[in-house]
């Protein structure tokens, strides 16, 4: 058996609440997808009215796969990349550099590991607090949304109500793409469409919006 978070909109708050199941082991993607219906079934026997999405690139779900922060690109570049190189530690970074490589050789730079605190995020010259948590990689993500997604593809996934990610391990990282894109239901819920947030925006609805 295993524990994964679940990501839903409740009163109009992103929130996520643990679910145990049965857990197939293995490096191949059919044993992920094979976890990934088990914590699927685990919902439904509590909801009869669930629609979970999966959202990585383990999906059998097209959009799920299409919302992995390994496929989203906001500007060409990879969500993954923009995240990493975004970084400000107190004794080095941003790394732009990490913007060049590949998702994978960004996120394992030992650099990331090497250079004391975070400190804070820097994107195209802004820089973004650690506080709330999940803040930036959440704006990222949003934007790289609206730039890698058509119209039509970003509207479905109001279609689901529950939201995972098999890989992620809260007990290891606090950013996942499940939880941003139940934050994106709850906007396309609420305004019919992504607005264009400012940053000061963005950071106030989620500050209402996202449980921390």
């Known amino acids: 058996m295993a524990e994964r978070p679940v990501f ?3 009163n109009g708050i992103v929130v996520s609440k643990m679910y145990s199941f049965e857990w197939f082991p293995g490096f191949s993607i ?9 914590l699927h079934d685990a ?5 009869a009215a669930a629609r979970p999405l999966e959202v990585s690139t383990k999906s059998k779900e097209s959009l799920g796969t299409k919302l992995s922060a390994f496929n989203l690109k906001l500007n060409q570049y990879t969500l993954e990349n923009i995240f990493q190189s975004a970084k400000v ?4 970074g941003p790394y732009l550099d990490l913007l060049e490589v590949s998702p994978k050789e960004a996120k ?5 590991k090497n250079s004391g605190p975070l400190r804070a995020f820097r994107y195209q010259n802004e820089d973004f607090p650690l506080i709330p948590m ?6 990222i993500y949003f934007a790289a949304v609206k730039d890698s997604l058509a119209t039509d593809e970003i509207s479905q996934i109001s279609d689901y109500n529950y939201f995972t990610d098999i890989e992620f391990n809260p007990a290891k990282s606090i950013n996942t793409q499940a939880k941003t894109a139940a934050m994106i239901k709850l906007i396309l819920d609420e305004y019919g469409f992504l607005p264009n947030f400012t940053k000061g925006e963005f950071i106030q609805y989620h500050k209402k919006h996202v449980a921390s």
């Not at 530690?89 to 080095?92: L, V």
């Not at 999940?134 to 704006?139: K, S």
């Open 108 to 112: 394992r730079d030992e650099r990331l």
């Open 8 to 10: 839903y909109v409740h």
């Open 134 to 139: 999940t803040v930036f990689y959440d704006y």
């Open 43 to 47: 919902i439904r026997r509590i909801d």
């Open 89 to 92: 530690f107190e004794n080095g």
């Open 30 to 38: 059919s044993q992920k997808q094979k976890s990934i219906e088990s």
